[in-house]
C-alpha cells in the first residue's frame, strides 16, 4: 500500500501567519492516465473532512483562495497564505491513484 | 444542495451486528461511487472501501474483509456499512464519502460496550 508521510505533525501558527505543509509518498502518485489523484482535507473538530483541494493543486468550490497545492511525483506541499481562526483543525493528504486509497496521518494546525 | 445523511448513533455489545445507513440527495446516486471511512477516537482517518453505485459491487480494504458488509438501496438512494460480529476496536466514527472525497456524511458513532 502507498504510504503518505505528512510533516510536520503539529504545527502552531499565529493569525495572519503563512505555512506550509508537506505530503511525500512511498511511490509516485502520477496515474497511466496522466493525472495524480492527490487531495488535501480539513477536519474542524467534531466534524467530517472538508475537500479542499483536488488533483494535486485545483481549489474545491467554495474554499477560500488562501489555500494552495503544489507538488507532483511523490512530495506535495499544502499552503495556507494568512491562516485564520476557522482553519484550525487537522489536514490530511489522501491518494487514489494506488489502490487501497489512503490518507496521511494528518497535520494538527494550533493557534500559536 | 449535496447531503450525505447518516443514520444515529449505535451502543452495541461485543458479538452483535450493527448496520449504518448513509443517504445522499441533491444528485443522480448512481452517477457516483460511495466510499466508507473509519476514524477510532482521537485517531486518524482509515479508508475500508468504496461501493459501485451504479452496478452494486463493493470493494473492501485488506483490514475490512469478512465481518464488513456494503450494501445499496438504489430506489432510497441509500448506501449501507453492516459489520457483524463487533469488537471492541471497531469502536468508530464511521463516514460515508462521495467520490473525490468531496462531499461527506456527519459520521455515526458506533461504542461497541461490555
Known amino acids: 500500500d502507498v504510504v503518505l508521510t505528512q510533516t510536520p505533525p503539529t504545527l502552531s501558527a499565529t493569525i495572519g501567519q503563512s505555512v506550509s505543509i508537506s505530503c511525500r509518498s512511498s511511490?509516485?502518485?502520477?496515474?497511466?492516465?496522466?493525472?495524480?489523484?492527490l487531495n488535501w482535507l480539513l477536519q474542524r473538530p467534531g466534524q467530517p473532512p472538508q475537500l479542499l483541494i483536488y488533483l494535486v493543486s485545483r481549489l474545491e468550490s467554495g474554499v477560500p483562495n488562501r489555500f494552495s497545492g503544489s507538488g507532483s511525483g511523490t512530495d506535495f506541499t499544502l499552503k495556507i497564505s494568512g491562516v485564520e481562526a476557522e482553519d484550525l483543525g487537522v489536514y490530511y493528504c489522501v491518494q487514489s491513484t494506488h489502490a487501497p486509497d489512503t490518507f496521511g496521518a494528518g497535520t494538527k494546525l494550533e493557534l500559536k | 444542495q449535496i447531503q450525505l445523511v447518516q443514520s444515529g448513533p449505535e451502543l452495541k455489545k461485543p458479538g452483535e451486528s450493527v448496520k449504518i445507513s448513509c443517504k445522499a440527495s441533491?444528485?443522480?446516486?448512481?452517477?457516483?461511487?460511495m466510499h466508507w471511512v473509519k476514524q477510532a477516537p482521537g485517531k486518524g482517518l482509515k479508508w475500508m472501501g468504496w461501493?459501485?453505485?451504479?452496478?452494486?459491487?463493493?470493494t473492501y480494504a485488506d483490514d475490512f474483509k469478512g465481518r464488513f458488509v456494503f450494501s445499496l438501496e438504489a430506489s432510497a438512494s441509500t448506501a449501507n456499512l453492516q459489520i457483524s460480529n463487533l469488537k471492541n476496536e471497531d469502536t468508530a466514527t464511521y463516514f460515508c464519502?462521495?467520490?473525490?472525497?468531496?462531499?461527506w456524511g456527519q459520521g455515526t458513532l458506533v461504542t461497541v460496550s461490555s
Open positions: 461501493i459501485n453505485t451504479y452496478t452494486g459491487k463493493p
Open positions: 441533491g444528485y443522480t446516486f448512481t452517477d457516483y461511487a
Open positions: 511511490q509516485s502518485l502520477l496515474h497511466s492516465n496522466g493525472n495524480t489523484y
Open positions: 464519502a462521495r467520490t473525490r472525497f468531496a462531499y
